[in-house]
């Protein structure tokens, strides 16, 4: 059995919400009807990091070791976030992948070795991206 998530009162109501698998530091992205992300430490439910945004996000999705946060927004588009340990000196915090004028996102789903991006459109399609250069394959 596992300890009971501590209940944390969000800054505004949660569209969507992602667990990073078990066994690693187990975190849970919250995404706002705002667009705002927040990531949480499942075991404390400390805030360990917030992301601005735009227009409701959904779907989103945390990457198996927690490094990476993807979400679709309406008014954003698809966006890759890098946690704060992950980027490089001077990144941007969240790299546009996808327009929201395109192709909506329905599903997303990171790769066991956090290398890729995928993401299910509801033009029937399948698409991946690079989550170090942002590129589509």
Same mark, same amino acid.
């Given at each position: 059995?596992?300890?009971?998530?501590?209940?944390?009162?969000? *800054?505004?109501?949660? %569209? =969507?919400? #992602?667990?990073?698998?078990?066994?690693?530091?187990? /975190?849970?992205?919250?995404?706002?009807?705002?667009?705002?992300?927040?990531?949480?430490e499942a075991a =404390?439910?400390?805030?360990?990091?917030? %992301?601005?945004? =735009?227009?409701? /996000? !959904?779907?989103?999705?945390?990457?198996?070791?927690? !490094?990476?946060?993807?979400?679709?927004?309406t008014v954003t588009g698809? /966006?890759?976030?890098?946690?704060? *340990?992950?980027? #490089?000196?001077?990144?941007?915090?969240?790299?546009? $992948?996808?327009?929201?004028?395109?192709?909506?996102?329905?599903?997303?789903?990171?790769?066991?070795?956090?290398? $890729?991006?995928?993401?299910?459109?509801?033009?029937?399609?399948? !698409?991946?991206?690079? /989550?170090? =250069?942002?590129?589509? $394959?």
């Amino acid at each position: 059995p596992h300890d009971p998530i501590p209940q944390q009162p969000l *800054a505004a109501k949660p %569209w =969507s919400v #992602a667990v990073s698998p078990a066994g690693s530091a187990q /975190t849970i992205a919250s995404a706002q009807w705002n667009g705002e992300i927040e990531l949480y430490e499942a075991a =404390s439910g400390k805030l360990l990091e917030r %992301w601005p945004g =735009s227009g409701s /996000t !959904r779907p989103i999705e945390i990457s198996p070791q927690s !490094r990476f946060v993807a979400g679709y927004s309406t008014v954003t588009g698809l /966006t890759l976030y890098k946690r704060q *340990a992950a980027r #490089a000196s001077g990144s941007q915090e969240g790299q546009s $992948l996808w327009s929201h004028l395109g192709a909506r996102v329905r599903c997303l789903k990171f790769s066991q070795d956090e290398k $890729l991006i995928l993401a299910a459109f509801d033009d029937g399609l399948l !698409r991946a991206w690079s /989550t170090q =250069s942002g590129e589509l $394959l």
